[in-house]
T-cell receptor, first 112, second 112 residues
Framework: SQTIHQWPATLVQPVGSPLSLECTVEGTSNPNLYWYRQAAGRGLQLLFYSVGIGQISSEVPQNLSASRPQDRQFILSSKKLLLSDSGFYLC???????????FGSGTRLTVV | QKEVEQDPGPLSVPEGAIVSLNCTYSNSAFQYFMWYRQYSRKGPELLMYTYSSGNKEDGRFTAQVDKSSKYISLFIRDSQPSDSATYLCAMSETGGGNKLTFGTGTQLKVEL
């Protein structure tokens, strides 16, 4: 069966520090991978999605970047965090054999 | 106008009540409709999905789609405190892992 791992669960970082959030998927090949941010009352905001290794599409220009160095690994990064980067970050995957997305457990990021 | 509109709530009901959660959308090309449940500080999990118009029942949950009105609903019968969560609708033009458009979510609290 497929599983998705996302870490860390919580993170407190100072303004201006770098960020690296990692997501890995098991039990599937060549999945579509997604990074979302969820703010209270604003729903899910799609940040990046990837349909293959090295293929990244950005939905919202901002202080973040994403990379997919391996088929089932998706990384969200920032060189210098802003206060506005605080939020709940979710990784998700899908493929042709599944319906909808499967989400990770999320990372709550607080920038102080 | 947002592509998908969902009343954010919060919605508070007594245990045993019938709950109706709704979304409206503007894109007539949407064919696949989903409901996700998200507990506090967790990732969303797929609850139900339907294709095109009609009803689908799963235990205490019924999903309903009216494409002519661009309106979808999720009904919860005999609501339980464990149903307390945020419910997000989602939809896509095609199946098989393609990008979803989410509503902002409705927060539901079922009280004893």
């Amino acid at each position: 069966s497929q599983t998705i791992h996302q870490w860390p669960a919580t993170l407190v970082q100072p303004v201006g520090s770098p960020l690296s959030l990692e997501c890995t998927v098991e039990g599937t090949s060549n999945p579509n991978l997604y990074w979302y941010r969820q703010a209270a009352g604003r729903g899910l905001q799609l940040l990046f999605y990837s349909v293959g290794i090295g293929q990244i599409s950005s939905e919202v220009p901002q202080n973040l970047s994403a990379s997919r160095p391996q088929d089932r690994q998706f990384i969200l990064s920032s060189k210098k965090l802003l206060l506005s980067d605080s939020g709940f970050y979710l990784c998700a995957w899908s493929d042709r054999g599944t319906f909808g997305y499967t989400f990770g457990s999320g990372t709550r990021l607080t920038v102080v | 106008q947002k592509e998908v509109e969902q009343d954010p709530g919060p919605l508070s009901v007594p245990e045993g009540a019938i709950v109706s959660l709704n979304c409206t959308y503007s894109n007539s090309a949407f064919q696949y409709f989903m409901w996700y449940r998200q507990y506090s500080r967790k990732g969303p999990e797929l609850l139900m999905y339907t294709y095109s118009s009609g009803n689908k029942e799963d235990g205490r949950f019924t999903a309903q789609v009216d494409k002519s009105s661009k309106y979808i609903s999720l009904f919860i019968r005999d609501s339980q405190p464990s149903d307390s969560a945020t419910y997000l609708c989602a939809m896509s033009e095609t199946g098989g892992g393609n990008k979803l458009t989410f509503g902002t979510g409705t927060q539901l609290k079922v009280e004893l």
